[in-house]
Nanobody, 123 residues
Framework: QVQLVESGGGSVQAGGSLRLSCAAS????????MAWFRQTPGKEHEGVAV???????IYAHSVKGRFTISQGINKNTLYLQMTSLKPEDTAMYYC?????????????????WGQGTQVTVSS
């Protein structure tokens, strides 16, 4: 059974940085994509960044140049380094995974989800 557990969220002032982590277990395929999404109350999940087992990544326009997605050496951990944070980055951040290397930021494409970690950016 695939499990995803996020950590690293918190409160930070605008312009600051945070690094989110997602510990993955139970994945039996070496071909996959893992992504970060975020959601604010009353809104749909927004795809932030995705990386696949080939190391290829894509970003949402709103975070490109500020956020970096990466994997740990053993590829069991997914990271999201967030810099130059803005109040509009405030959201619950979720880690998601799928069992093929298709790069997509479409929420419905991901069958596996973590519980989320809150990020709050104050002005």
């Amino acid at each position: 059974q695939v499990q995803l557990v996020e950590s690293g969220g918190g409160s930070v002032q605008a312009g600051g940085s945070l690094r989110l982590s997602c510990a993955a277990s139970g994945f039996t395929t070496s071909r996959y994509s893992m992504a970060w999404f975020r959601q604010t109350p009353g809104k749909e999940h927004e795809g932030v960044a995705v990386i696949n087992s080939n190391g290829v990544d894509i970003y949402a326009h709103s975070v490109k140049g500020r956020f970096t997605i990466s994997q740990g050496i053993n590829k069991n951990t997914l990271y999201l380094q967030m810099t130059s944070l803005k109040p509009e980055d405030t959201a619950m951040y979720y880690c998601a995974a799928r069992g093929d290397p298709v790069l997509t930021l479409l929420r419905s494409s991901y069958p596996y989800w973590g519980q989320g970690t809150q990020v709050t950016v104050s002005s």
